[in-house]
């Protein structure tokens, strides 16, 4: 099996099967979602006073579809400070209130989802059924949210020192003015999901989105004021991330940021400065595991979805997969089959399984990592090639085989549609080889004994494990937190501590009748020994 697509170009026969591309000089404004009227009036949501602006350009075809202003440190500056102003009378209304626009904006976004997808599929290049994931996505968290609200934010009542005499008040306050730094594969999404329960928790945000991918979450911030949000409680700033990042981190109450580790780690610097609190989901070296009772199939279908969703280019996607010896030539044979199946188009239409990578930078990335890999002695059992004829930047969905530790994409993160592939002979082995690196973010395992496979995830150091599942179990599974360990990053979104970490705990004591000293003439010694013999007492009542 391995012989048989040594060739590391190809045929049409050999390889993934291929829609027509667009043609250039496509009208983009054929699309609603890109009418000039339309994207005129999704740029001028934007705090950018500098005149400035730079031209984004589909990846689907290389034609152009906006000129996006630019912001400078004195927009960042007016946007906070309107900001503040709309978050005082936004943490004043009722938690109820909240609520409802939320689910306000989780009906808007299932009736515009055409729209939404369409202008997604422009701005990234992505497949149209990747694209739908994103909608999908914030409907739910925007519905989990507006539905737990009360569980996360009401007033919880504690337990006293002193039974009957000390009330204890905890209270959820909002932190204030949320930054929101967003990338750019997944635009939408990553673009609303940690700013809604920042919203919900009483607070202001202000967002930098990635430059490539600014209309996306431009209408995102047209469809909150749309469901009833405030004006100026969501504000979006632009411009290079070395140059807008550390203003907005400047600013910020608290940060939210998305993307590379090594900026991650330059946000977290500047918010330790500030003495503030930052939640960072960072890159990661996905582990998917193939034990020996799996159901091949299932995992080779699986298997297709966690390399190639997005064409790689997303955070939970794996890059490394260790298959049992007991399976390893039945699963490479299905999940090669499964690859080379696979339909690429630069289209708006339903059918394609993977679509165009972002930018000529990410794809310079990826043929670096497979040519580096080849040259060293890695081979190609599918894919490893660019298509130049889809588009731009597409690159065909690439498995390897024989990839070892001198070769860059054995420890780095590809961000693109290429997987290694590993014998493993026991599970301690692979769980040990998964845990190698820095990274920590999600994992897969396969098996047909889910509760070993639980058992198993334990030892795996990554915030999220799916079984018998891609990344989509947990993704979608909005009570499940999600983030990374290690170099993945700091904090979590989704679940309760998604929304915890927007609010600062202030508890509240009231005591009645008895005061905290001696009373009637008592010495210290005396009130010590009366203290002392009350914790006893309390031990044995059983309080805590």
Same mark, same amino acid.
């Given at each position: 099996?391995?012989?048989?697509?040594?060739d590391?170009? &190809?045929?049409?026969?050999?390889?993934?099967?291929?829609?027509?591309?667009?043609?250039?000089?496509h +009208?983009?404004?054929?699309?609603?979602?890109?009418?000039?009227?339309?994207?005129?009036?999704?740029?001028?949501?934007?705090v950018?006073?500098?005149?400035?602006?730079?031209e984004v #350009?589909?990846?689907?075809?290389?034609?152009?579809l906006?000129?996006v202003?630019?912001?400078s440190?004195?927009?960042?500056?007016?946007?906070?400070?309107?900001?503040?102003?709309?978050?005082?009378?936004w943490?004043?209304?009722?938690?109820?209130?909240?609520?409802?626009?939320?689910?306000?904006?989780?009906?808007?976004?299932l009736d515009?989802?055409?729209?939404?997808?369409?202008?997604i599929v422009w701005?990234?290049?992505?497949?149209r059924?990747?694209?739908?994931?994103?909608?999908?996505?914030?409907?739910?968290?925007?519905?989990?949210?507006?539905?737990?609200?009360h569980?996360?934010?009401d007033?919880?009542r504690?337990?006293?020192?002193?039974?009957?005499?000390t009330r204890?008040?905890?209270?959820? @306050?909002p932190k204030?003015?949320v930054? @929101?730094?967003?990338?750019w594969n997944?635009?939408?999404?990553?673009?609303?999901?940690?700013g809604l329960?920042?919203?919900l928790?009483?607070?202001?945000?202000?967002?930098?989105?990635?430059?490539?991918?600014? $209309?996306?979450?431009?209408?995102?911030?047209?469809?909150?004021?749309?469901?009833?949000?405030?004006?100026?409680?969501?504000?979006v700033?632009?411009? &290079?991330?070395s140059?807008?990042?550390?203003?907005?981190? =400047?600013?910020?109450?608290?940060?939210?940021?998305?993307?590379?580790?090594?900026?991650?780690? #330059?946000?977290?610097?500047?918010?330790?400065d500030?003495?503030i609190?930052?939640?960072?989901?960072?890159g990661?070296?996905?582990?998917?595991?193939?034990l020996?009772?799996?159901?091949?199939?299932?995992?080779a279908?699986? =298997?297709?979805?966690a390399?190639?969703?997005n064409?790689?280019?997303?955070?939970?996607?794996?890059?490394?997969?260790?298959?049992?010896?007991?399976?390893? +030539?039945?699963?490479?044979?299905?999940?090669?089959?499964?690859t080379?199946s696979?339909t690429?188009g630069?289209?708006?239409?339903w059918?394609n399984?993977?679509?165009s990578?972002?930018?000529?930078?990410?794809?310079?990335?990826v043929?670096?990592? @497979?040519? +580096?890999a080849?040259a060293?002695?890695?081979r190609?059992?599918?894919?490893?090639?660019?298509? &130049?004829?889809?588009?731009?930047?597409?690159?065909? &969905?690439?498995?390897?085989?024989?990839v070892?530790?001198?070769m860059?994409?054995?420890?780095?993160?590809?961000f693109?549609?290429?997987v290694?592939?590993?014998?493993?002979?026991d599970?301690?082995?692979?769980?040990?080889?998964?845990? =190698?690196?820095?990274?920590? $973010?999600n994992?897969s395992?396969?098996?047909?004994?889910?509760?070993?496979a639980?058992?198993? =995830?334990?030892?795996?150091?990554?915030?999220?494990?799916?079984?018998n599942?891609?990344?989509?179990?947990?993704?979608?599974?909005? +009570?499940a937190p999600?983030?990374?360990?290690?170099?993945?990053?700091?904090?979590? #979104?989704?679940?309760a501590?998604?929304?915890?970490?927007?609010t600062?705990?202030?508890?509240?004591?009231t005591?009645? $009748?008895?005061?905290?000293?001696?009373?009637?003439?008592?010495s210290?010694?005396?009130?010590a020994?009366?203290?002392?013999?009350?914790?006893? $007492?309390?031990?044995?009542?059983?309080?805590?």
């Open positions: 099996m391995s012989d048989r697509n040594s590391r170009n &190809p045929t049409s026969a050999g390889g993934p099967l291929v829609d027509g591309p667009l043609d250039p000089e +009208d983009v404004a054929a699309s609603y979602a890109l009418e000039p009227e339309h994207v005129a009036s999704l740029t001028r949501r934007l950018a006073t500098t005149g400035r602006t730079v #350009r589909t990846p689907l075809t290389g034609a152009p906006a000129h202003p630019q912001s440190a004195e927009d960042v500056e007016q946007a906070f400070a309107r900001a503040r102003r709309a978050q005082e009378a943490a004043r209304t009722s938690v109820g209130e909240r609520a409802a626009a939320l689910l306000r904006l989780h009906d808007l976004i515009r989802q055409d729209e939404i997808i369409d202008l701005e990234s290049g992505k497949a059924k990747h694209a739908f994931d994103e909608p999908l996505h914030v409907a739910l968290t925007a519905r989990y949210y507006a539905r737990t609200a569980q996360h934010l007033t919880r504690g337990q006293g020192v002193v039974p009957g005499l204890i008040d905890v209270n959820r @306050v204030g003015v930054g @929101v730094i967003s990338p997944y635009p939408f999404t990553m673009a609303l999901c940690d329960p920042a919203l928790a009483g607070n202001a945000v202000v967002a930098k989105p990635d430059a490539q991918t600014m $209309l996306s979450a431009l209408y995102a911030a047209q469809l909150l004021e749309e469901a009833g949000f405030p004006a100026d409680l969501w504000s700033v632009a411009g &290079p991330g140059e807008i990042g550390p203003e907005l981190v =400047a600013r910020a109450d608290y940060v939210c940021f998305t993307g590379s580790t090594a900026t991650g780690r #330059r946000v977290a610097q500047g918010c330790a500030r003495l609190g930052c939640s960072l989901e960072l990661g070296k996905n582990p998917f595991l193939v020996r009772d799996a159901d091949v199939e299932r995992a279908e699986g =298997a297709v979805r390399v190639f969703s064409a790689g280019q997303l955070c939970v996607s794996s890059e490394r997969m260790f298959v049992a010896d007991q399976v390893y +030539d039945r699963f490479v044979e299905r999940f090669v089959s499964r080379e696979m690429l630069a289209t708006l239409d059918g399984d993977m679509g990578l972002i930018s000529q930078q990410q794809l310079d990335t043929t670096a990592h @497979v040519d +580096d080849v060293k002695g890695a190609v059992l599918t894919g490893g090639r660019a298509r &130049p004829d889809l588009g731009p930047f597409f690159y065909e &969905p690439t498995v390897l085989e024989d070892t530790p001198e860059t994409c054995f420890g780095e993160e590809t693109g549609p290429v290694s592939l590993y014998r493993f002979h599970e301690a082995d692979a769980v040990a080889r998964a845990n =190698a690196g820095d990274y920590g $973010l994992a395992i396969y098996s047909r004994d889910t509760a070993r639980r058992d198993l =995830a334990r030892q795996v150091k990554c915030g999220t494990v799916n079984v599942e891609a990344f989509a179990a947990t993704f979608a599974s909005l +009570d999600m983030g990374g360990m290690r170099a993945s990053g700091l904090g979590r #979104r989704q679940g501590e998604g929304i915890a970490r927007f600062e705990t202030q508890s509240v004591a005591q009645r $009748l008895l005061r905290f000293g001696p009373v009637l003439g008592m210290d010694d005396t009130y020994k009366v203290m002392t013999a009350n914790l006893r $007492l309390m031990k044995k009542l059983g309080r805590a």
